[in-house]
């Protein structure tokens, strides 16, 4: 991927904001798209169709970056070229589930630029009357779709379980998940469908630069409050019984974006598998997790686990510690945990951050593939890192240089081409599909 032309009837109008948040387009000018340092116009072919559920962002303090299509250059556009004095701004998409974005909207910083939220911010342009983000479809499942998500039924499932479990006090902690965060995972709970998330841990061995749920001296906040108490192992199967009860292909998982690492919190958590197990061979048991702790990795195993997500942003332990900062476990811990889990005969998946021009540099899809090949987990995850780009490229790039990027699709499709087995996602699977990938 380089920095380069593109035919000017292929390229996708740029999209920017005022000071007030109202985002256009703006003629005579071509949306960019930016991976590290390279920038180039957006396309067609290199956009979708805006997906239900995506948002549009407007970024402040930075200056976007756009293609005039009249001098054939890439400008950096501090005013809007049609309102003579009018500051304008970058215009990023948020994309739902399932969406892997390949180019993220390309600024620059002005002078003493705040950190941005914790979001991803995905390139998008303007075509034919409608957004087009630059971003790929890796999983089709309508699991965290709004539209099947009606809030008075959300409610009414909220008012029920009140009644059926009104002393737990993980019911509780979903309640406000999926009532003040909006949390899709929440609200299936309540609505009885797919997975439901056990939030347990309240501490963490990790300092992750994007973590959720817990910023201190970082420069911006967390999206939610982390869970403040540890559930009984009591409360915990009480609700995760009740799902697999009445859902089909169920799926419960302790490692969630409103706690810490529940590695943590095994002394609950491995009672609390066991207690289910001892009810039910039914349902399917996730452990979402950092993998710091292959001893009880295996103990969670033994007790009836039947998957483990591992969060990664590189398989390269420079780069995984400068993001994870763990404290107390090194990254030879994490690949210990993912060969535990495989020799135990679990579903290992990856739960794996990314962003472009970092996750698509030669070094780094070099060293994925090898990985793989040492390590035959089942799955990849793909997950949109939510994290201020410019800021996270310059962390990762003082902890091992980086390369020009080969593009994501090229990184994506590259591995599907080694690893024609693995399996390709957003959310954990069922067991039900786990003989999909040879379990």
Not at 79 to 92: D, K, L, Q
Not at 139 to 144: G, K, V
Not at 206 to 233: D, E, H
Not at 371 to 391: A, G, K, T, V
Request: glycine residues 8%; aromatic residues 10%.
């Amino acid at each position: 991927m380089t920095n380069e032309r593109a035919d000017n009837d292929s390229i996708l109008t740029a999209v920017v904001a005022d000071g007030n948040g109202r985002i256009f387009d703006l003629p005579g000018y071509a949306a960019v798209g930016m991976a590290g340092e390279y920038l180039a116009p957006l396309t067609r072919d290199q956009t979708i169709g805006m997906p239900f559920g995506g948002e549009l962002m407007y970024l402040p303090d930075r200056i976007p970056v756009l293609f005039n299509r009249s001098s054939g250059e890439l400008e950096e556009v501090a005013e809007n070229p049609h309102a003579a004095g009018e500051p304008i701004y970058p215009v990023a998409a948020f994309n739902s589930p399932g969406h892997v974005i390949t180019r993220v909207s390309a600024y620059r910083e002005r002078r003493r630029a705040r950190f941005l939220p914790l979001f991803s911010y995905g390139a998008v342009g303007w075509q034919r009357g409608k957004f087009r983000p630059a971003a790929v479809v890796v999983d089709r499942e309508p699991r965290q779709d709004l539209r099947r998500m009606p809030p008075a039924e959300v409610r009414a499932g909220v008012r029920a379980l009140r009644k059926r479990m009104p002393e737990n006090r993980l019911r509780l902690h979903l309640e406000t998940c999926a009532l003040q965060y909006g949390c899709p995972a929440g609200k299936n709970f309540f609505l009885g469908r797919y997975e439901a998330p056990l939030p347990t841990a309240v501490t963490c061995n990790a300092r992750c630069l994007g973590c959720l749920s817990l910023q201190k001296n970082s420069g911006f906040s967390c999206t939610q409050q982390r869970i403040a108490f540890t559930p009984t192992s009591a409360e915990i199967a009480e609700v995760a019984l009740f799902h697999i009860d009445r859902v089909k292909k169920a799926v419960v998982s302790f490692g969630q974006g409103c706690e810490g690492e529940p590695l943590s919190a095994a002394k609950e958590i491995e009672p609390a598998i066991r207690m289910i197990r001892l009810h039910t061979g039914r349902g399917t048991i996730n452990l979402n997790t950092n993998a710091s702790r292959p001893d009880v990795v295996g103990r969670l195993c033994d007790a009836g686990l039947d998957s483990i997500r591992v969060s990664m942003n590189s398989v390269r332990r420079e780069c995984y510690e400068a993001y994870f900062r763990p404290r107390g476990y090194g990254f030879a811990d994490v690949l210990c945990s993912i060969d535990t889990a495989l020799e135990k005969g679990k579903f290992v998946s990856v739960n794996y951050l990314n962003s472009p021009g970092f996750t698509d540099t030669p070094e780094e899809a070099e060293a994925f593939l090898a990985f793989l090949d040492e390590h035959p987990i089942h799955m990849i995850q793909w997950r949109n890192l939510n994290y201020d780009p410019i800021r996270y490229w310059k962390a990762m790039d003082a902890a091992a240089p980086l390369g020009e990027p080969i593009g994501m699709e090229n990184m994506i499709q590259g591995i599907r081409s080694n690893c024609p087995n693995l399996k390709f996602g957003y959310f954990n699977p069922p067991k039900e599909k786990f003989r999909e990938a040879g379990i």
